[in-house]
């Protein structure tokens, strides 16, 4: 039996070599609806370059690693040359089911959050992080202590993400769909597969109108060899590169979709859903059972559009920040 009313008898320190395995393991334990695989945890955490082991803040009892932190702050920047000096993150924590109630998950926060502090930043986002975001923020339904732990520090909630699903058994474009591609098909817009050649003003475009992740994420998975096929734009009758579509940005995975936008003066003309659309068609043909992503504003124009699609919201997730006191 575990006594949760003596102290935690756990050292916190920096992430050292051979911490790895252990950790996973740990995390596995403390987060089962949400496990981690030793090489998504090296490609999210270990191989980013703004990777500081003394920011990943690990409990350890005797051998047993049983919690950790993890606070980042930007190195290398984003794009450009913004290091984003009053920005921190907070992508995870964790504490093992037999660890809690003795106030370890408020000592590894604490530790991260004075980390930070350390390094100038003012501001700390859970768990927004970009461009190794485990989850988007925090699911409050699956992880109530975690909120109320949260909460208790002073971390507010900024806004919702919502996590999306559909299923794909049986789907085909709506008859509705395929008459709208034609009419602007006739208008002079041209929907297809990027040449290689293309991918430059693609990636400019996401990177200067949407979001430089997503041009990020666009350059990686080309980079990775993840067919053209998976992507498709549109262009207006001026010919310019009015907005795109795609699925198996990221990981490879390729029921995900995403990254998706149109370029803001083109919104309202049916193109998003007609790129929609022609993405979960390829998706089907490629064999894929279901369509998911992770991140969008249940209520944004682009929320009503997935719904209209029949996506339905599977997770809800709050992004936090906490502000030093001025």
């Not at 979001?211 to 549109?234: F, K, M, N």
């Not at 029921?255 to 390829?282: A, D, I």
């Not at 369509?291 to 599977?314: D, I, Q, V």
């Amino acid at each position: 039996m575990t006594d949760r009313t003596t102290p935690s008898r756990a050292v916190i320190r920096g992430f050292r070599t051979g911490d790895g395995p252990r950790l996973v393991e740990a995390w596995r334990r403390s987060a089962p609806a949400d496990p981690i695989t030793p090489d998504r945890f090296r490609s999210l955490v270990l191989l980013d370059a703004n990777f500081d082991p003394e920011g990943l803040r690990v409990a350890v009892d005797g051998d047993r690693v049983v919690g950790a932190a993890y606070a980042v702050r930007r190195l290398t920047p984003l794009s450009g040359t913004d290091l984003e000096p009053e920005q921190g993150w907070i992508p995870f924590f964790f504490t093992d089911p037999a660890a809690r109630g003795r106030g370890l998950g408020r000592q590894l926060l604490t530790e991260a959050l004075d980390w930070l502090h350390g390094h100038g930043r003012t501001r700390v986002d859970f768990a927004s992080y970009t461009p190794h975001y485990v989850l988007p923020g925090l699911d409050a339904e699956a992880y109530p202590e975690a909120a109320g732990l949260l909460e208790s520090l002073g971390f507010r909630t900024l806004y919702e993400a919502a996590a999306m699903d559909r299923g794909l058994v049986g789907y085909s474009v709506p008859a509705e769909v395929v008459l709208h591609r034609d009419e602007l098909t006739a208008a002079g817009h041209r929907f297809g597969t990027p040449s290689d050649d293309e991918l430059v003003e693609l990636i400019a475009l996401a990177g200067t109108r949407f979001s430089p992740d997503w041009a990020r994420a666009i350059r990686e998975c080309a980079a990775a060899g993840t067919p053209l096929d998976r992507i498709v734009v549109v262009r207006d009758p001026s010919g310019r590169l009015a907005g795109w579509a795609m699925h198996g940005a990221y990981g490879r995975a390729d029921e995900r979709f995403g990254p998706f936008g149109v370029l803001e003066e083109m919104r309202g003309t049916g193109l998003g859903k007609v790129l929609l659309h022609l993405v979960l068609e390829r998706m089907r043909a490629h064999g894929a059972h279901s369509a998911w992503f992770l991140w969008t504003g249940e209520h944004s124009p682009a929320g009503r559009l997935y719904r209209k699609t029949g996506f339905t919201t599977t997770r809800v997730f709050r992004v936090l920040r906490k502000e030093a006191a001025r």
